[in-house]
Structures are given as structure tokens and as C-alpha cells.
């Protein structure tokens, strides 16, 4: 989740500019609930990047 900031803060601006320009059309409610997906979205990958920043934990395979 935490790497995916920046394609979510992408696709949020590009949501909310198209969202809240004005424009008039059919899906302009679907593009707005888009837009709140992808900035909660953000705030989550934004808040676990500050405190999870410790990498060091590996996945390990479980011997049987």
C-alpha cells in the first residue's frame, strides 16, 4: 500500500479535476465518489508510509 502513493495521488487529481470543473455529463457523480476512493486511498498509503517505515521485515518461508 505504501508504494502505491503516488499513483494514487495521480489518479486523485485527475479524478478531482475532472470531478469538480464544472463539466456536465451522465457519470459526473460516479467520477466524484472515484475521487473520494483515491484521496482516502491516499491518506491511508500517506499515513503508513510515516509510520511503517521500517523495511527490514522480510517474508520467510516456513519450513515443515
Do not use: C, H, P
Not at 11 to 18: D, E, F, K, R, Y
Amino acid at each position: 500500500m505504501r508504494k502505491y502513493s503516488t499513483l494514487f495521488l495521480i489518479v486523485a487529481v485527475l479524478t478531482g479535476a475532472i470531478g469538480f470543473s464544472g463539466l456536465s455529463f451522465a457519470g459526473i457523480e460516479v467520477v466524484r465518489v472515484l475521487f473520494l476512493i483515491f484521496a482516502d486511498l491516499l491518506v491511508v498509503s500517506l499515513v503508513a508510509r510515516l509510520f511503517f517505515r521500517n523495511d527490514s521485515l522480510k517474508l520467510q518461508r516456513i519450513k515443515k
